[in-house]
Structures are given as structure tokens and as C-alpha cells.
T-cell receptor, first 115, second 113 residues
Framework: DGGITQSPKYLFRKEGQNVTLSCEQN?????MYWYRQDPGQGLRLIYY???????QKGDIAEGYSVSREKKESFPLTVTSAQKNPTAFYLC??????????????FGDGTRLSIL | KQEVTQIPAALSVPEGENLVLNCSFT??????LQWFRQDPGKGLTSLLL?????REQTSGRLNASLDKSSGRSTLYIAASQPGDSATYLC????????????FGKGTKLSVKP
């Protein structure tokens, strides 16, 4: 079945450590997105990418980094510079272009906590 | 600033009741609007997407309407069931080069048997 796979489901980070969240899609979508969700809050955009080897900062990019070496993969690294990383992280993808805009599809998320 | 507001934040209804969830947005120049469902600890499931040129979309017991001039969308759920219990999120796409979504904080729905 086509879809978006995020791993791991749960992740723990030690002080000063960088951690990487995986996001893979087999939907052949061009665009991929990373959102952060805090309790009782809406989702906020961290980074997005519309094409391989290109990505753009979202609203809350500080302390995060991404890469887009393959169309199917868009990993997110939470660096030690992100002082409040505890949150639920969601990856999404969508088709871009065409006459009508297309819905975004989401993975099941990764919950990141500080040890 | 583009903002999306959902009211109420939480709603509890008895099984079988018809209900309406509300979403309002500050900038009416939208590209599309999407309604999602989120179960606890899970990702988002897309329910309905309304293009800016459309007034409503229907899927089974769900009907979403869009009124751009007033900056409002509603999600109507008919004959609610306990399985409908979840958080419902409204998200607006303002288009442009990003294509990212601006999300409301959601309405947490509980349907009691």
C-alpha cells in the first residue's frame, strides 16, 4: 500500500545530542513537509521541500535541519540548538502543480522526548 | 497574520446526534481548505478537501462547506457514532510557493454511547 512511514515512533534525546527522524513516502509525491505539534496547539511548519536537493525554512526552522537527497526521503535532524524539542513531529507529502490543489497526506508521527 | 480558529475546543454529544464543527480564517484569499481527523497519538487522516472555487464537499456522513466571503467553513457530521470520537483539525492552504497549511488548534469530539 502507498503511504508515508515515519520512524521511530518514540525517540529520546539526551542533552547536547542530535537526533534524526526518518520520513519515507512511496506515493511519488514531489513535495514533503515537516510539522511540529505541541499539546493543545495546531501544527506548525518546520521545513518543506518541493524538489530533490532543495528545501525551504518554515515558521520554526531554528534548531532543525533537513536533507532531500531522494524524492522518497526527507529526514529531519533535531540539533542540540533546539532547546525545547519535546513534541510530536509529523511528516506530510503532496502532489504539486496541476489545475486543482491536492490534499496533504500524513505519516503516523514521531514523539520526541528529552531524557 | 493568517490565522485559523476552531470553535468549540471540545464537544461532547450523545450518539446519533447531528453536529457541526466550525472553522474561521482571517484571510479569505485561500487556495483550498482541508479537514483532518486525528486519533490520540496518531497522525492526521484527510477527510475532505474543498477547493477555493467550491462551496461544499461530501463524503459519507460528512459534509464540509466553505464560505470564503465570511471566512468560514463548517464540518457537518450526521448521525454521530462513538467511533467518530477524535480531534478534528481544519487547515487552510494559502497557496504560493510554499503550499503549506495553516492549522487551527482543533476541536476534540467525544460521542457518548
Amino acid at each position: 500500500d502507498g503511504g508515508i512511514t515515519q520512524s521511530p515512533k518514540y525517540l529520546f534525546r539526551k542533552e547536547g545530542q542530535n537526533v534524526t527522524l526518518s520520513c519515507e513516502q512511496n506515493l511519488n509525491h514531489d513535495a514533503m513537509y515537516w510539522y511540529r505539534q505541541d499539546p493543545g496547539q495546531g501544527l506548525r511548519l518546520i521545513y518543506y521541500s518541493q524538489i530533490v536537493n532543495d528545501f525551504q525554512k518554515g515558521d520554526i526552522a531554528e534548531g532543525y535541519s533537513v536533507s532531500r537527497e531522494k524524492k522518497e526521503s526527507f529526514p529531519l535532524t533535531v540539533t542540540s540548538a533546539q532547546k525545547n524539542p519535546t513534541a510530536f513531529y509529523l511528516c506530510a507529502s503532496s502532489i504539486i502543480g496541476g489545475e486543482l490543489s491536492q490534499p496533504q497526506h500524513f505519516g503516523d508521527g514521531t514523539r520526541l522526548s528529552i531524557l | 497574520k493568517q490565522e485559523v480558529t476552531q470553535i468549540p475546543a471540545a464537544l461532547s454529544v450523545p450518539e446519533g446526534e447531528n453536529l457541526v464543527l466550525n472553522c474561521s480564517f482571517t484571510d479569505s484569499a485561500i487556495y483550498n481548505l482541508q479537514w483532518f481527523r486525528q486519533d490520540p497519538g496518531k497522525g492526521l487522516t484527510s477527510l475532505l478537501l474543498i477547493q477555493s472555487s467550491q462551496r461544499e464537499q461530501t463524503s459519507g456522513r460528512l459534509n464540509a462547506s466553505l464560505d470564503k466571503s465570511s471566512g468560514r467553513s463548517t464540518l457537518y457530521i450526521a448521525a454521530s457514532q462513538p467511533g467518530d470520537s477524535a480531534t478534528y483539525l481544519c487547515a487552510v492552504n494559502y497557496g504560493g510557493s510554499q503550499g503549506n497549511l495553516i492549522f487551527g488548534k482543533g476541536t476534540k469530539l467525544s460521542v457518548k454511547p
